[in-house]
């Protein structure tokens, strides 16, 4: 999960005193002591090292009683800056004793934080020893402060970091400077001592230092010497100085790093000194050539020798191993004479390796690797080595033989290979057959070259089919038996089966293919009352130009000087009595829209009243069959899910979702469905906004973020939208890393509803369900009490789907839901009737205002007697429901996991929120 961290800095004007640092050998510090110490971090500050700052080397010195128990500390020198801010546990005076930190105070935590430089120590674990509080009598202020503290900055990592407060105090600290606070020795050279450098240790504390013996740790201290050392075993006073000089010796070409470690009486307990190195190169040579071509030679003879000449050329020899012919056409070469096998070159001396090509096998084109073990980094070294070997009773056919894709169960060809005699003499070819063990996929139904004698020049064919009963490759290899070197020529035969696509889903990026206003996709107008659009939608927005059943559209209404209704469906069939979208005069809205693509490959938009401006994006489609333009990808199934709700800004944040930020939402449902999660079934509910707005969501990806909106709402209002929203992996999510995740971008401040009632996967989890879409059918409408009569608050109806809409295979069904004219603020919740494992769930399909007539989209399952429940929550209100479509079981499932009867929950993951200040460039993270 995306995460910030600020560290807040202020300039405080509280008893701060400017001080000039005194000299190296100043007299140590007397009671009553001010400093600040750090040591121990390698990995945090490793430019600092340890560092100690009192009013003798720093020239700002500055603390800061921002309250009776509030200190601000900053100290400034030549060498480096400390920054602190120290509070006691909320309600609590400091008094000596040790405590827990955080960055911020609170009951059980005192604030800590840590600044040296321009680093940040986060302070988590962390903690403060108090040993001295001193206050005035009467008022109770502090008069004088004294604490250590022990901090990990950085979780990752095993360091330490210690230091020392002293303010006023009496308490008596050992503290030390080192100069430099790190030792990066850069490039050094393999396996041979370097440049040696030295650290400076100075006393800076009001005690003597006590050094141990200087030691060194870390990652690889092998490859560094302490070769000099003035500090082990001393006591240093302050402002005194001990050397410790440090030679690198490089043991890898890599980066290695170390710790020199000096025991000392400071609070941490030792003097950290983190070493670095780059090892590099000493050992190199080279080669007179990469390559050696022979040309064209005949099988059985002889290429004229070629040679190879190698040079070392640096100051540590370089050792060859054996040298060697290596790889697939090691055969066609001889090694004639050879001086580097075991050799030894300095610098600028040489060996060298004769080879001569001698092929036994005719082939286009045959190469080796002439192989040069050695000691230099990267091992080994070749030489490449090619000739073209030349048949005399020459054969060309082509060596591959592809099918493609195919639907399981049809048959792919016939497809024709030409065999031609190409060399000098002719050729006798045996019986063909078909080998492998898919050999039966492939059936030769033509054959003009068994048994026949090829005379140079001319040709014969063989004719193939192919049918596959599997999903997935399948291979096979045609024999083709002859008198020459490569007896017999097989040419690979190969074939991929595709289930077949049809009902399967393909999730697009949102794309706008209407907009009225401007003219995309449709004259630049309004549509007047009673017109009817005509949507040309294959080919456009990522949608193939065939083989497509239906699209998933998010269709929006702007501007209508009338209330009234859309109805979309298939283009060139006749209108059916049933409505998309309903709007009052004024309104902007949207509902998201299946529907079944007519003939033509368009859809059909009538507007009932007024004149109205309409947008249309397009978000997936359901395929035909195999979509050519898909080639073998497979659609995606519709996996049912518990109906649950995945989000509630209201009890998830405890806040409205500000305008112009992101919510990113990760969802899981385990091994193995979350890798094969494509796109999410939502209803997303935009709940009491502070002003209009919209809200917009996709995959949350960086660079995808679309020029379309979800849902548009009004101030005030509460307004649902279903959407199918593509999925990608979550990046940077802590727990969530890698869960499929959808972005949702809000314009206008908002809480924020996310229901799920399942998702789309890639083809390959098997189970699920296809769909099968209608032109819109009615089957309730409370109204004229058809399907329903009109539900009071609580009511329930249960809907029977009529049997003329499905058969035994129906397993859901995809909706359009309308409430109408409710007489209070309610909210509408679908879900199958009769399964006990199935209990009402806690989500809203749809939730009309008091007098309003919303409509949203919807997928329910079908209960075992093809029936699905409506719940009413308040008032009385008219329902109406239209299907658009049906799912209905996969049968040609590629593994065994399936959901059931929608059972599966998922499990809550964490939520991230992030600033989005300009929608059109994508994600700003």
């Known amino acids: 999960m995306r995460t910030l961290r600020l560290l807040f800095v202020a300039a405080l004007a509280v008893s701060t005193v400017a001080l000039v640092p005194s000299s190296a050998s100043a007299a140590a510090p007397t009671a009553p002591y001010t400093a600040v110490t750090v040591s121990g971090h390698s990995t945090f500050y490793p430019q600092v090292g340890s560092l100690a700052l009192d009013a003798g080397n720093a020239y700002t010195f500055s603390f800061s009683w921002t309250s009776p128990e509030v200190l601000s500390v900053m100290a400034l020198s030549t060498s480096?800056?400390?920054?602190?801010?120290?509070?006691?546990p909320t309600g609590q005076t400091w008094a000596v004793g040790t405590y827990s930190t955080d960055w911020f105070a609170d009951a059980?935590?005192?604030?800590?934080?840590?600044?040296?430089?321009?680093?940040?120590?986060?302070?988590?674990p962390a903690s403060l020893t108090v040993t001295e509080v001193v206050r005035e009598a009467g008022t109770g202020a502090i008069?004088?402060?004294?604490?250590?503290?022990?901090?990990?900055?950085?979780?990752?990592?095993?360091?330490?970091?210690?230091?020392?407060?002293?303010?006023?105090?009496?308490?008596?600290?050992?503290?030390?400077?080192?100069?430099?606070?790190?030792?990066?020795?850069?490039?050094?050279?393999?396996?041979?001592?370097?440049?040696?450098?030295?650290v400076t240790i100075t006393s800076r504390g009001s005690s003597p230092i006590v050094f141990g013996t200087a030691a060194l740790s870390g990652a690889v201290p092998a490859a560094f010497a302490v070769t000099a050392d003035t500090c082990s075993g001393q006591t240093v006073a302050y402002g005194e100085t001990c050397v410790l000089t440090v030679t690198p010796h490089a043991t890898a070409y890599a980066v290695q790093t170390a710790l020199l470690v000096v025991p000392d009486n400071t609070s941490g307990g030792q003097t950290n000194v983190a070493l670095s190195l780059q090892g590099a190169n000493t050992r190199s040579f080279t080669s007179s050539t990469n390559s050696m071509d022979f040309g064209v030679i005949y099988t059985g003879h002889d290429s004229e020798t070629k040679t190879v000449k190698m040079t070392g050329t640096n100051i540590s020899p370089v050792t060859f191993g054996t040298v060697s012919i290596v790889n697939y056409g090691s055969a066609a070469f001889v090694i004639t004479s050879d001086t580097c096998s075991g050799a030894v070159l300095g610098n600028l001396q040489t060996c060298s390796v004769s080879v001569k090509?001698?092929?036994?096998?005719?082939?286009?084109?045959?190469?080796?690797?002439?192989?040069?073990?050695?000691?230099?980094?990267?091992?080994?070294?070749?030489?490449?080595?090619?000739?073209?070997?030349?048949?005399?009773?020459?054969?060309?056919?082509?060596?591959?033989?592809?099918?493609?894709?195919?639907?399981?169960?049809?048959s792919a060809g016939p497809k024709t290979l030409?065999?031609?005699?190409?060399?000098?003499?002719?050729?006798?070819?045996?019986?063909?057959?078909?080998?492998?063990?898919?050999?039966?996929?492939?059936?030769?139904?033509?054959?003009?070259?068994?048994?026949?004698?090829?005379?140079?020049?001319?040709?014969?064919?063989?004719?193939?089919?192919?049918?596959?009963?599997?999903?997935?490759?399948?291979?096979?290899?045609?024999?083709?038996?002859?008198?020459?070197?490569?007896?017999?020529?097989?040419?690979?035969?190969?074939?991929?089966?595709?289930?077949?696509?049809?009902?399967?889903?393909?999730?697009?990026?949102?794309?706008?293919?209407?907009?009225?206003?401007?003219g995309i996709g449709i004259s630049k107008a309004k549509i007047g009352a009673g017109a009817v659009a005509h949507l040309q939608v294959a080919g456009r927005g990522g949608v193939p130009a065939g083989n497509v059943s239906a699209v998933v559209l998010n269709v929006t209404v702007t501007g209508p000087t009338a209330g009234g209704y859309l109805t979309v469906y298939p283009g060139g069939v006749a209108r059916p009595t049933a409505s998309s979208l309903n709007f009052t005069a004024g309104w902007t809205g949207a509902n998201s829209v299946?529907?079944?693509?007519?003939?033509?490959?368009?859809?059909?938009?009538?507007?009932?009243?007024?004149?109205?401006?309409?947008?249309?994006?397009?978000?997936?489609?359901?395929?035909?069959?195999?979509?050519?333009?898909?080639?073998?990808?497979?659609?995606?199934?519709?996996?049912?899910?518990?109906?649950?709700?995945?989000?509630?800004?209201?009890?998830?944040?405890?806040?409205?979702?500000?305008?112009?930020?992101?919510?990113?939402?990760?969802?899981?449902?385990?091994?193995?469905?979350?890798?094969?999660?494509?796109?999410?079934a939502l209803n997303i509910t935009a709940v009491s906004?502070?002003?209009?707005?919209?809200?917009?969501?996709?995959?949350?990806?960086?660079?995808?973020?679309?020029?379309?909106?979800?849902?548009?709402?009004?101030?005030?209002?509460?307004?649902?939208?279903?959407?199918?929203?593509?999925?990608?992996?979550?990046?940077?999510?802590?727990?969530?890393?890698?869960?499929?995740?959808?972005?949702?971008?809000?314009?206008?401040?908002?809480?924020?509803?996310?229901?799920?009632?399942?998702?789309?996967?890639?083809?390959q989890l098997g189970g699920g369900y296809r769909f099968q879409p209608m032109t819109p059918t009615r089957i309730v409408d409370t109204r004229s009490g058809l399907g329903a009569s009109t539900l009071g608050a609580g009511a329930t109806?249960?809907?029977?789907?009529?049997?003329?809409?499905?058969?035994?295979?129906?397993?859901?069904l995809a909706l359009n839901v309308t409430g109408i004219a409710p007489t209070s603020n309610t909210y509408l919740t679908l879900w199958p009737h009769g399964y006990s494992d199935i209990p009402q769930p806690t989500i809203s399909n749809l939730n009309p205002a008091k007098g309003q007539t919303v409509p949203n989209a919807a997928i329910t399952l079908l209960g075992p007697t093809k029936m699905f429940n409506i719940f009413n929550a308040s008032g009385r209100t008219n329902v109406a429901v239209d299907v658009v479509g049906t799912f209905y079981p996969d049968t040609n499932s590629v593994s065994s996991f399936s959901p059931g009867t929608a059972t599966i929950r998922a499990r809550k993951t964490t939520y991230a929120l992030t600033a989005h200040p300009e929608p059109k460039l994508g994600r700003l993270s």
């Open 418 to 518: 030409t065999v031609t005699a190409a060399g000098p003499e002719a050729v006798a070819l045996g019986t063909i057959s078909i080998d492998g063990a898919d050999a039966q996929i492939f059936t030769i139904v033509d054959d003009s070259c068994s048994g026949v004698t090829l005379q140079v020049g001319t040709d014969c064919t063989v004719t193939l089919s192919a049918t596959t009963p599997y999903v997935g490759g399948r291979f096979a290899s045609l024999l083709i038996p002859n008198n020459s070197s490569i007896n017999p020529r097989i040419v690979s035969l190969s074939i991929i089966g595709i289930a077949d696509q049809e009902g399967t889903y393909y999730p697009l990026a949102p794309e706008r293919i209407m907009d009225s206003r401007t």
């Open 143 to 198: 008069t004088a402060f004294a604490a250590s503290y022990s901090s990990k900055c950085t979780a990752s990592k095993p360091e330490i970091t210690t230091g020392e407060l002293r303010w006023h105090s009496s308490v008596p600290y050992a503290a030390a400077t080192t100069d430099p606070g790190q030792i990066d020795f850069g490039s050094q050279p393999f396996d041979l001592n370097g440049t040696p450098k030295q």
């Open 594 to 680: 299946t529907v079944g693509l007519g003939a033509n490959g368009k859809v059909d938009i009538f507007n009932s009243a007024g004149r109205s401006d309409i947008i249309v994006d397009v978000v997936g489609y359901y395929a035909a069959s195999a979509p050519a333009d898909t080639g073998a990808v497979a659609g995606g199934r519709f996996q049912p899910t518990m109906p649950e709700r995945l989000f509630d800004s209201r009890s998830d944040l405890g806040f409205q979702i500000p305008a112009g930020l992101v919510m990113y939402i990760p969802v899981s449902y385990g091994y193995p469905a979350n890798q094969h999660i494509r796109a999410l």
């Open 357 to 410: 090509a001698h092929p036994n096998v005719a082939s286009q084109s045959v190469t080796a690797m002439l192989q040069f073990p050695n000691n230099t980094p990267g091992a080994l070294r070749g030489v490449q080595l090619t000739v073209t070997a030349a048949e005399s009773k020459g054969l060309t056919v082509d060596p591959y033989l592809q099918f493609g894709s195919v639907i399981v169960g049809q």
């Open 108 to 124: 059980t935590h005192a604030q800590f934080t840590l600044g040296v430089g321009s680093a940040a120590c986060d302070g988590d």
């Open 689 to 763: 906004p502070r002003s209009s707005g919209y809200l917009t969501a996709w995959d949350g990806g960086d660079y995808t973020f679309p020029e379309t909106s979800t849902l548009n709402f009004g101030k005030g209002k509460t307004v649902p939208n279903m959407a199918i929203v593509p999925t990608s992996p979550c990046v940077d999510c802590g727990d969530a890393e890698g869960l499929p995740t959808v972005g949702i971008y809000t314009s206008a401040t908002v809480d924020l509803l996310v229901d799920i009632v399942g998702f789309y996967d890639d083809g």
């Open 797 to 812: 109806a249960h809907v029977t789907t009529p049997p003329a809409l499905i058969d035994d295979s129906t397993q859901a």
């Open 80 to 88: 480096g800056s400390i920054t602190m801010g120290l509070q006691p």
